[in-house]
């Protein structure tokens, strides 16, 4: 498998792929080859069975793996390609679930969802993976209640759904064998991000950081336009034609999972929970 953008989930996909005999190479910090070597990258894919891409579009800008690679990508031998979109692409949806039915392209997220159309059209058979909010070891809310900068913020109603690193990774393997198409990979219970800092408090004997109305917590542009949004992802479709099941179904799982393996001295100050757009 050639992947395009190693970063922190799609190295995760590489190391259990590795483990199961594959040879993979790509880009990204944690890559072989460098994207701009095109005669590199070109030649990777002419021997790659398999090529998913990572990248997300640039700020204001189409997607830069299409933009440079699309031809080549589009001729190429492989019989599997893939994309990891972000479920960003379904906009404000004031709470209600949504499933890959759903129309994209509303809100902030256009050049994503230009991103997601282009993949699923650049030739037949492409698997198109939507994330929504991500974390795993290092990258969950236990490194900000650490650190100081958890927030609990007054946003009645509102929740998003998540999904730990290593259900991307089993997702994506589940989709080697499965049919083409789009599918969501989330767990299985939207909830606040409250809900997410109080269990991780609890699990690490700690106080919760007191409640805040959004105006007052210093939150970036990016953070506030996060906090507009609010959705319900179903996974219904990658359950039933994949054959997937998270392992961790709610954050609840996933917490306990990241409270016995990570040190509770940790000074990262790695964001609580990926978007996508973070990978």
Partial sequence: MVIFGLGYSASVLARRLRALGWDVVGTGRAGSLAFEDEEAVRRALSGASHVLSSVPPEHG???????????????????????????????????????????????????????DSDWQALREGVRVFRLPGIYGPGRSAFERLRDGTARRLIAPDQVFSRIHVEDIASGVIAGLAGPPGVYNLADDEPASQNAVIEEAARLL???????????????????????????????????????????????????????????????????????????
Avoid at 234 to 243: D, F, S, V
Wanted: hydrophobic share 35%; glycine share 12%; no cysteine.
């Fill in 205 to 279: 004997g700690l106080a919760p950081p007191p409640m805040l109305p959004i105006k007052e917590a210093g939150l970036s542009p990016m953070a506030q336009a996060f906090y507009a949004e609010n959705r319900r992802v179903a996974n219904g479709k990658a359950r039933r034609l994949l054959g997937w099941r998270p392992a961790f179904p709610t954050y609840r799982e996933g917490l306990r999972a990241l409270s016995a393996t990570t040190s509770p001295a940790s000074e990262s100050k790695a964001p609580a929970t990926l978007s996508p757009d973070q990978r």
């Fill in 61 to 115: 800008g189409g997607d830069p793996v299409l933009e440079r690679y699309g031809e080549a990508l589009a001729g190429a031998p492989a019989r599997w390609i893939g994309y990891l979109s972000s479920t960003g692409v379904y906009g404000d949806t004031g709470g209600a679930w949504v499933d890959e039915t759903a129309p994209i392209g509303a809100g902030r997220r256009s050049a994503r969802a230009q991103a």
